[in-house]
């Protein structure tokens, strides 16, 4: 079977879940003897014209649209542009002429119309969409608002256009757009100068981890923009329900696209599997005595309560814990996180790091942290720490709860709760023989050998469909 693997930027190239997960699957689909492609959009680097770039790598094929105007910001006037978008789709229909899939699996649709789905229909492609996040109801993508704070869902439009569309005064929109275009380096250069600059006048580190500002909302929203958002999403609703097969990531996912008005019998759930090398070894944990080694795994941003790990250590008595940052973390976000947490004597930063380093980073580990302030629609780094037989603290939002028991396998805590978190991690310190029981609780994740037979299962279903509509 000829598949095509749709996402939004280059999946070798990103480290999100969902780029793992997709190069994961490309490999086990190919392994499996079936012809794999890929198509995604990029942002635009420089001035041009959207175009369609080839390239051949590891023996498959990619098309890359380049310069794609969706991935731009605009205002919501133009939001009819992530329903129907002739170039774009234009290009994506040479694509699909080109490379003549049996199966579309789409993964993220935020840089492409969603009229790329009936084009694939059209042209005889069975299409899955696997739903990772809320892009069809949510341009933010994750249901958090300005500030962080968790939202419930659209509300027919009302919630985006009170809580979601206001926008940053014109200079900053300027040094966002310098910052997103990596070819005016110099540009780019003195912004961050301009920013580093106007910080230290200030006496704060200029760090993302800065207190974002919370969006209390116009009480009266613009019913204009209101039915703006209202219809995007239902235009969007109708294209994704077009697909031949919708597979969401977690129970979590498909009840918010319930929720939103997608048919439940039309949604299948169907979570990513763990990838880790077979260096990562399932055993159970214990006590090895203090300090108890706590880690943070993945991205260091907000958005996964970094700072909250780090504000909920300064309390934590010195030479009882450590707390290890494994990800990317530029120094003045090291600066401010040590600032929260009272420069804890506990609190390091270990760098970015790869596939190849997990397997050591995993056996460094007693404890696993996940305090994400994101609603988590599956959790990959939660699944590689299982992976390894680790329990974990994590917050009580989103799809945690499905595989983290509280006092089973794991500890939960209110989602962003500082006093939660800290309460979470001297139970550990205080009772240190509970890592051995949650640890035995822990069940090892399915892994993609077991997962991609299932997704070829639904890809037949698809191919199925497809024939049968060709045949009429």
Not at 230 to 251: F, I, K, Y
Request: charged letters at 20%.
């Amino acid at each position: 079977m000829k598949v095509l693997l749709v996402t939004q930027g280059d999946p070798e190239a990103a480290m999100t879940g969902v780029a793992t997960y997709v190069r994961s699957l490309a490999d086990a689909l190919a392994g499996n003897g079936d012809e794999v492609a890929h198509c995604f959009s990029t942002r635009a680097e420089a001035s041009g014209r959207p175009r369609l770039e080839w390239t051949v790598r590891g023996g498959r094929t990619i098309a890359m649209i380049a310069n794609s105007p969706l991935l731009r910001p605009f205002p919501p006037e133009r939001m009819e542009d992530d329903t129907v978008h002739r170039a774009s789709e234009a290009l994506f229909a040479d694509a699909l002429k080109a490379i003549s899939p049996d199966i579309v699996h789409i993964h993220d649709l935020a840089g492409l119309p969603a009229g790329v789905i009936p084009r694939a229909r059209q042209r005889g492609c069975g299409v899955v969409m696997t739903l990772h996040d809320f892009w069809p109801f949510c341009r933010r993508q994750f249901l958090l608002r300005p500030g962080l704070s968790p939202c419930e869902g659209s509300a027919g439009g009302q919630h985006c256009a009170r809580f979601c569309t206001a926008r940053p005064p014109r200079l900053r929109r300027l040094a966002a757009r310098i910052e997103n275009r990596p070819s005016w380096a110099l540009a780019r250069s003195l912004v961050r100068g301009a920013r580093g600059f106007r910080a230290r006048i200030h006496g704060a580190a200029p760090s993302q981890f800065r207190s974002p500002t919370t969006v209390d909302g116009a009480p009266w929203p613009d019913l204009g923009i209101i039915g703006t958002y209202a219809a995007r999403e239902a235009a969007l609703r109708d294209h994704v329900l077009q697909s031949s097969e919708l597979l969401t990531v977690s129970e979590f996912v498909k009840s918010m696209y319930v929720r939103h008005g997608y048919p439940e019998g039309r949604l299948r759930v169907l979570p990513p599997p763990v990838s880790v090398s077979d260096r990562v070894s399932f055993r159970p944990r214990e006590f090895r005595g203090y300090p108890i080694r706590f880690g943070y795994l993945g991205k260091v941003s907000p958005l996964k309560g970094a700072h909250v790990l780090a504000e909920a250590a300064a309390a934590v008595p010195p030479g009882q814990a450590r707390f290890t940052f494994y990800g990317d973390a530029p120094a003045d976000d090291r600066h401010y996180l040590l600032t929260l947490a009272a420069h804890h004597p506990g609190v390091h930063f270990a760098g970015a790091y790869g596939p190849d380093r997990l397997p050591d980073i995993l056996d460094e580990i007693d404890v696993a942290v996940l305090p994400s302030l994101a609603r988590e629609t599956r959790g990959l780094v939660g699944l590689e720490a299982q992976a390894a037989g680790l329990p974990i603290i994590g917050s009580d939002g989103g799809a945690l709860p499905e595989y983290v028991q509280h006092e089973v396998n794991g500890l939960l805590f209110a989602n962003g709760s500082i006093e939660a978190l800290r309460a979470a991690l001297m139970r550990i310190i205080e009772e240190p023989a509970i890592v051995l029981r949650l640890s035995a609780n822990v069940h090892p994740p399915e892994r993609m050998p077991a997962h991609v037979q299932r997704i070829a299962a639904v890809y037949r279903q698809a191919a199925g469909v497809a024939a049968g509509e060709a045949g009429r």
